[in-house]
């Protein structure tokens, strides 16, 4: 049997690229224009503050990963705007302010190597350094999709999905698409990142009654790069695969449901045994007894998961179907609902009182679901605030990780779920299950930690991550540090031991994963703090150059 993809061919090499200027590219080439300090940064310098006489302040923008100069990039600065010129340089003259943030845009180019990344940079007139800016080209993913005989196949739509950690868990998020031509090609612009390139399921344009099946790059299990499920593409690289989904005829299944789906609106997804996942459109038709829905699928076999929205929170049903060559009815869906889990919130007996106490939304509580390639909408469970003003997660089956952080001077000390230590076990969730409280106990006997970053023996601009070894709701902790002297200081620090580490600029990775910090090993720092400390730890930074390897 022919795979579901062929022929994937790499091409690497650095290249200069612009973006179309419409609306969608700009959408994904222009950066957002606000900055998000995280954890205890320190505050931006008061760009209104004015110096006593008029300066010129002058500087270069650079492409980061060839190092050469970037013309005819907009440089930004309190309130104006110049292009740079051939040699990438910038000047703006009569300045008064005695400090302010610096912007650069560029189609064709980003920033920032992280999702997350700030795109300004800041500045004093105190600084006696060279401003220099710096420019990330895009990464490219190029190729065609055509069906299993060699035909093109138009109007397939191509989503690049990256993988992308936050507090509150992981997940894939789309980036960039692109819908093929006339001749089946494609041409998706990302930031450079770990990425899953997916086709959409649609109707066959070339044959009517036929709809074109999903197909993912990497297929489940497979292992063309060196991590088995991510497409890994730098800074102005191009990686070209050609896509040679499945094409299938479509038969029209009829399920009911045994109970009314009042003023609900199920949603349908089909997964075959090799993890192959459809959202299937659903025609609804209801009667006094029960909800009808038809859908289409094309032949094999299906796990079907239907979720409703019902005034008590949520239901769901699973079912197995076998399709053949012919239309199928007789599916039926029980629906059940959706277990809810209530969280408790307490207070460790030895805390300040005076200190105010955290709700428990200011902990930014999720339970991140553990399986490899989860349903999207159930990846991540936010906690919700329900009718009677208590809160809960409503949870479907499965296994998941809690995941909180620090709100101010507090830390989540403990969390349990019956026996079940959550900061060290997963929660695993059946049917039925609920009623049961999680239980999150906060403290505020912290610690903090100050130091000094450089980059080669001289103070740097830095990002510093502490990453807890002991048990902990959060995986990673950051701050950014002074960009004048390289120093920073991390206060409400929970107690306890960290792997510290500092990028020049912003690293986002797996940080439960302990492979994540092996390429830095000889920069990672070992520090146990303990409630009341302020230790001293000093960190040599890891440079742009090897965070881009």
């Not at 610096?102 to 700030?118: E, H, N």
């Not at 990256?162 to 998020?173: H, K, T």
């Not at 909408?377 to 909180?404: E, K």
Request: charged letters at 15%; one cysteine or more.
């Amino acid at each position: 049997m022919r795979p579901v993809w062929l022929d994937n061919r790499f091409r690497h090499g650095f290249r200069r690229s612009a973006c179309v200027l419409s609306m969608l590219t700009a959408a994904l080439c222009l950066p957002k224009l606000t900055a998000q300090m995280i954890g205890n940064s320190l505050a931006p310098p008061n760009s209104s503050a004015q110096a006593t006489t008029p300066i010129s302040v002058s500087g270069r923008v650079m492409n980061a990963m060839t190092n050469l100069p970037v013309s005819r990039a907009l440089v930004r600065f309190s309130g104006r705007a110049v292009l740079t010129g051939r040699e990438g340089k910038f000047e703006f003259d009569q300045v008064t302010a005695a400090s302010g943030f610096f912007q650069v845009i560029k189609p064709g180019f980003y920033s920032s190597i992280d999702a997350g990344g700030s795109i300004t940079s800041s500045w004093r007139a105190s600084q006696t350094a060279p401003i220099e800016l710096r420019l990330y080209p895009e990464a490219i993913f190029t190729g065609t999709v055509t069906a299993p005989n060699g035909d093109p196949l138009p109007h397939v739509v191509v989503s690049a999905r990256r993988r992308v950690y936050d507090g509150s868990g992981r997940g894939w998020v789309p980036t960039g698409q692109a819908q093929t031509d006339s001749h089946g090609r494609f041409r998706v612009t990302v930031p450079p990142g770990d990425y899953r390139l997916e086709t959409m399921a649609g109707a066959n344009r070339n044959a009517s009654g036929q709809i074109i099946l999903p197909v993912r790059v990497p297929a489940e299990g497979s292992s063309i790069t060196s991590t088995s499920d991510s497409i890994h593409i730098r800074s102005g690289e191009e990686l070209r695969f050609d896509l040679h989904p499945a094409v299938s005829n479509a038969y029209k299944v009829t399920a009911t449901f045994d109970s009314s789906l009042g003023r609900g609106f199920p949603r349908i997804t089909a997964r075959s045994g090799n993890g192959l996942r459809l959202p299937l459109p659903v025609k609804e038709a209801s009667s006094d007894a029960s909800s009808v829905a038809t859908m289409e699928l094309p032949s094999g076999t299906y796990t079907l998961t239907a979720s409703v929205l019902s005034p008590d929170g949520s239901e769901q049903a699973q079912t197995t179907v076998t399709v053949t060559d012919r239309d199928v009815s007789g599916v039926i869906f029980h629906l059940a609902q959706v277990p809810v889990l209530p969280v408790e919130l307490q207070v460790d007996g030895s805390a300040t009182s005076d200190n105010q106490q955290p709700s428990l939304q200011q902990l930014g509580l999720t339970l991140e679901n553990t399986e490899s390639d989860a349903e999207p909408m159930n990846s991540t469970i936010r906690l919700v605030t329900r009718r009677d003003r208590t809160v809960a997660f409503t949870v479907p089956p499965g296994s998941y990780r809690l995941r909180g952080r620090s709100s101010g001077t507090w830390y989540i000390e403990s969390a349990s779920y019956g026996a079940t230590d959550l900061l060290q076990q997963e929660l695993t969730v059946g049917p039925g299950v609920g009623g049961t409280p999680i239980r999150i106990t906060v403290s505020d006997q912290t610690a903090s930690l100050q130091g000094v970053c450089r980059l080669g023996g001289v103070p740097s601009d830095c990002w510093v991550y502490l990453i807890p070894s002991t048990p902990s709701a959060e995986t990673v902790f950051i701050l950014h540090g002074n960009s004048t002297d390289g120093s920073y200081h991390y206060a409400h620090v929970p107690p306890g031991s960290y792997q510290a580490v500092a990028f020049a600029e912003r690293y986002t990775a797996d940080y439960s994963d302990p492979a994540t910090l092996v390429p830095f090993a000889t920069r990672v720092r070992a520090v146990t703090i303990s409630a009341g400390e302020k230790p001293t730890l000093d960190l040599d930074v890891v440079p742009t150059a090897e965070m881009t390897r």
